[in-house]
Nanobody, 119 residues
Framework: VQLQASGGGLVQPGESLTLSCVAS????????IAWFRQPPGEVREWVSC????????YYADSVKGRFTISRDNAKNTVYLRMNSLKFEDTAVYYC?????????????WGQGTLVTVSS
């Protein structure tokens, strides 16, 4: 399994950014792809997940209403649209894949992409 995350960058508060995660190297139809983030000096935290089976989406309270996770099955890509970005959204963002439903163990990780929210 390979996961390639991209799309990070430097933005100002209130702006938007979309991250992409391209997944490859597997054939299972039942998995969840999640986004995690690790702010500077802090532990990694779960942000959102989308299920392959029915497209169900899940969000951490801290991003609910501002972030939207979506998928393009034809491109094997999951997106994280981040609106109304705040200083506290600054972090390295990782995508991860876990077999089965969202909320299980994530054994496959992509490299991180840095999002910096700064004025």
């Amino acid at each position: 399994v390979q996961l390639q995350a991209s799309g990070g960058g430097l933005v100002q508060p209130g702006e938007s950014l979309t991250l992409s995660c391209v997944a490859s190297g597997f054939t299972s139809d039942y998995y969840g792809i999640a986004w995690f983030r690790q702010p500077p000096g802090e532990v990694r935290e779960w942000v959102s997940c989308i299920s392959s089976s029915d497209g169900s989406t899940y969000y951490a309270d801290s991003v609910k209403g501002r972030f939207t996770i979506s998928r393009d099955n034809a491109k094997n890509t999951v997106y994280l649209r981040m609106n109304s970005l705040k200083f506290e959204d600054t972090a390295v963002y990782y995508c991860a894949l876990g077999w089965g439903a969202c909320g299980g163990r994530y054994d496959n990780w992509g490299q991180g992409t840095l999002v910096t929210v700064s004025s």
